[in-house]
């Protein structure tokens, strides 16, 4: 079973910034598609971004467009989530999953592999 490492999680303040980052095999990085999710207690796990294998096309959740990157770094096999201006509704649980798939997808059934997550906590 493929492994993702989380990290990057922590506390800040509103208005600052995180940067998340996912590692994985260098087979899984190669060939599939990653995506970032989210889940706050008493909320459904949701979508927040996402890194197709194809073209490298990128996807957003509406509620974090402009505010969050998402990257992937060849020489390190790993996905990264950059997230600045952040906002304490932006608190949750986050997890990577992997999808092999060449496209993103919205269903989360559809990932194949998930990591244990990273916590981030925004204050007001």
């Known amino acids: 079973e493929e492994q993702l490492v989380e990290s990057g999680g922590g506390l800040v303040q509103a208005g600052g910034s995180l940067r998340l980052s996912c590692a994985m095999s260098?087979?899984?990085?190669?060939?599939?598609?990653i995506g970032w999710f989210r889940q706050a207690p008493g909320n459904d796990r949701e979508g927040v971004a996402c890194?197709?294998?194809?073209?490298?096309?990128?996807l957003y959740a509406d509620s974090v467009k402009g505010r969050f990157t998402i990257s992937r770094d060849t020489a390190k096999n790993t996905v990264y989530l950059q997230m600045n201006s952040l906002k304490p509704e932006d608190t949750a649980k986050y997890y990577c999953?992997?999808?092999?798939?060449?496209?993103?997808?919205?269903?989360?059934?559809?990932?194949?592999?998930w990591g244990h997550g990273t916590q981030v906590t925004v204050s007001s």
């Open positions: 999953a992997v999808l092999d798939y060449p496209v993103c997808k919205d269903d989360l059934t559809d990932y194949d592999y």
């Open positions: 260098a087979f899984v990085f190669a060939q599939d598609s």
């Open positions: 890194i197709s294998h194809l073209y490298e096309t990128t």
